[in-house]
């Protein structure tokens, strides 16, 4: 069964930085595609970044956040800095599934993690 | 805004056939690329419901459906049941935007 379950959410005050992690099983981790995904609370779905072979990310986080993976520990990253009020939301992690990467959709997500930015 | 315009609401009666429209442009759903409709109950993750227009994953009831034309797609629900009670969002991919996008989600309530 495939899980993924997300860490390292937590209150942080505006301009600091988090480190959110995703550990992957039930799938060979090194071979697909991952994302992470946010919704802000009471709003829709944002996508946030993208790790294949390359890297991608919204305009709204791009230069601010580094999304990253260890495929020796099935895990993702995103590193979070210079955080404001707008960064908070639930973050998901998903894995990317489909033939190419323009159709790819989101066919397994994690339970979330809460990103509380606040003074 | 969302770059992917779905209804906020939708409702119907039990039995009823609904359906939630998500529409785009040609830098996304016009330009061929796929939409995938997702469902999400209050405090819990998305799960996929429909992939690539109208695919349904193992496990999905076929009285949900999707399809696409043009710069749209539609997810339609047919005989509606309390259950289905939840939040729909589509997804797509946006060349402009170099990045996948969502609808902003449509709350179906079922009366």
């Known amino acids: 069964e495939v899980q993924l379950l997300e860490s390292g959410g937590g209150l942080v005050q505006p301009g600091g930085s988090l480190r959110l992690s995703c550990a992957a099983s039930?799938?060979?981790?090194?071979?697909?595609?991952m994302s992470w995904v946010r919704q802000a609370p009471g709003k829709g779905l944002q996508w946030v970044s993208t790790i294949s072979g390359a890297t991608s990310y919204s305009d709204s986080v791009e230069g601010r956040f580094t999304i990253s993976r260890d495929d020796s520990k099935n895990t993702l990253y995103l590193q979070m800095n210079s955080l404001t009020a707008e960064d908070t939301a639930i973050y998901y992690c998903?894995?990317?599934?489909?033939?190419?990467?323009?159709?790819?959709?989101?066919?397994?997500w994690g339970q979330g993690t809460l990103v509380t930015v606040s003074s | 805004q969302s770059v992917l315009t779905q209804p906020p609401s939708v409702s119907g009666a039990p039995g009823q056939r609904v359906a939630i429209s998500c529409t785009g442009s040609?830098?996304?759903?016009?330009?061929?690329?796929?939409v995938h409709w997702y469902q999400q109950f209050p405090g819990t993750a998305p799960k996929v419901l429909i992939y690539?227009?109208?695919n349904r994953p193992s496990g999905v009831s076929d009285r949900f459906s999707g399809s696409k034309s043009g710069t749209s797609a539609s997810l339609a629900i047919t005989g509606l049941q309390a259950e289905d009670e939840a939040d729909y969002f589509c997804q797509s991919y946006d060349s402009s935007l170099s990045g996948w996008v969502f609808g902003g989600g449509t709350k179906l309530t079922v009366l």
């Open positions: 690539g227009n109208s």
């Open positions: 040609s830098s996304n759903i016009g330009t061929g690329y796929e």
């Open positions: 039930g799938f060979t981790f090194r071979t697909y595609a």
């Open positions: 998903a894995k990317g599934e489909g033939p190419k990467r323009e159709n790819w959709h989101f066919d397994c």
